[in-house]
């Protein structure tokens, strides 16, 4: 069965510094790979998505994810920490080209320092 | 604002009660879901419809039902509670054109005491 692996419930960074978020998937066929936010008390919202086009996605926010089939990765990252980047990232996958039907990580809280 | 709206927003309830969840997806997608979002187990599947058809189903109990008006609002019928039915349900929507990707809704946080 499809599983996707967030490594590190919680990371921690300073304001301005680099932000790195994991996420592996296990599948033999690529899916389609997402990455999502959650703010407290708030629903998920989308931040990116590869569906099979460009390996490097942008998203909103100043973040970007890099598919790397040879290491079923596609890891989240953001060069430059803001505060208000402080929230709960989940990683997602779908095998099934499209139909929606989600696969989720189990998320990482992302903490940014003054 | 995903255009996905539910109510409602909390509800506290005893154990062996009933109720249920409303869901209307963003203007135009025919597709709805249901994610159960809890601690120990994260974000989990409940079930799809798709203009009125069950479409796919996961990890929903026999306790719990679902389903899809013509107006395409969806409902999340949750009865004989149990004190781990607390959790955040989410429901979200897609169109087919959407290219992958949900729009999620803010969520009902159900506590069951």
């Known amino acids: 069965a499809q599983s996707v692996t967030q490594l590190g419930s919680h990371v921690s960074v300073s304001e301005g510094a680099l932000v790195l978020l994991r996420c592996n998937y296990s599948s033999s066929v690529p899916p389609y790979l997402f990455w999502y936010v959650q703010y407290p008390n708030q629903g998920l919202q989308l931040l990116l998505k590869y569906t099979s086009a460009a390996t490097l996605v942008k998203g909103i926010n100043g973040f970007e994810a890099e598919f790397k089939k040879s290491e079923t990765s596609f890891h989240l990252t953001k060069p430059s920490a803001h505060m208000s980047d402080a929230a709960e990232y989940f990683c997602?996958?779908?095998?099934?080209?499209?139909?929606?039907?989600?696969?989720f990580g189990k998320g990482t809280k992302l903490t940014v320092n003054p | 604002d995903s255009g996905v709206t539910q109510t409602p927003k909390h509800l506290i309830t005893a154990t062996g009660q009933r109720v249920t969840l409303r869901c209307s997806p963003r203007s135009g997608d025919l597709s709805v879901y249901w994610y159960q979002q809890s601690l120990d187990q994260g974000l989990q599947f409940l079930i799809q419809y798709y203009n009125g058809e069950e479409r796919a189903k996961g990890n929903i109990l026999e306790r719990f039902s679902a389903q899809q008006f013509p107006d395409l609002h969806s409902e999340l019928n949750l009865s004989s509670l149990e004190l781990g039915d607390s959790a955040l349900y989410f429901c979200?929507?897609?169109?087919?054109?959407?290219?992958?990707?949900?729009?999620f809704g803010p969520g009902t946080r159900l506590l069951v005491l």
């Open positions: 997602a996958a779908d095998t099934q080209g499209g139909s929606e039907k989600l696969v």
């Open positions: 979200a929507s897609s169109s087919r054109d959407s290219g992958g990707g949900l729009s």
